[in-house]
């Protein structure tokens, strides 16, 4: 715990934590990384579970960068929030839950997208969608949504 102590008692942590517009800041952009990131992969994997059919699964590829850039805010902004009060977020259950299913979302992801982006579409051709690529997409969802779900009970649990 000497780390966590350590490590919240640290400038970053301080001005996160005490500054009127630290904690507000880091949580807005945490949100909008959020959105740019389960936004562009939930929508990769409603395409491979079979919504929007007419679109071609490898076109969704477009959509990776943006979820770059949501990871990287989040990543940022969950930082600093996490070292604004480092003891209480590794105490809780709650946020190592939230950590490990962000993992899994991670380790999903590249799975989801070493099937489908690995072999680029020649002349067209459609990727089809395998009961294993929708069993990945499926549990992708359930993974980045228990994130969120997770993230927000943060506040209510210990």
């Not at 490590?7 to 959020?34: I, N």
């Not at 939930?42 to 990871?71: C, Q, S, Y």
């Not at 991670?106 to 799975?111: E, F, H, P, R």
Request: charged fraction near 10%; proline fraction near 4%.
């Amino acid at each position: 715990m000497g780390f966590l102590e350590w490590l919240q008692g640290t400038w970053v942590a301080t001005t996160v934590a005490e500054s009127l517009w630290g904690y507000p800041t880091f949580e807005t952009m945490h949100t909008m990384g959020m959105a740019l990131l389960i936004g562009s992969l939930g929508l990769i994997n409603l395409r491979v579970l079979g919504f929007k059919p007419g679109l071609k699964i490898f076109d969704t590829r477009a959509l990776l960068p943006l979820a770059w850039i949501g990871f990287t805010l989040n990543a940022i902004s969950g930082s600093a929030l996490f070292v604004s009060d480092a003891v209480m977020f590794f105490n809780s259950y709650t946020f190592r839950l939230k950590i490990v299913l962000i993992i899994l979302g991670g380790i999903n992801a590249a799975l989801l997208s070493r099937k489908i982006f690995s072999e680029p579409a020649q002349g067209g051709a459609a990727v089809v969608p395998t009961t294993g690529m929708k069993w990945i997409a499926g549990t992708s969802l359930v993974f980045w949504f228990g994130a969120i779900i997770c993230g927000r009970l943060i506040a209510y649990t210990p």
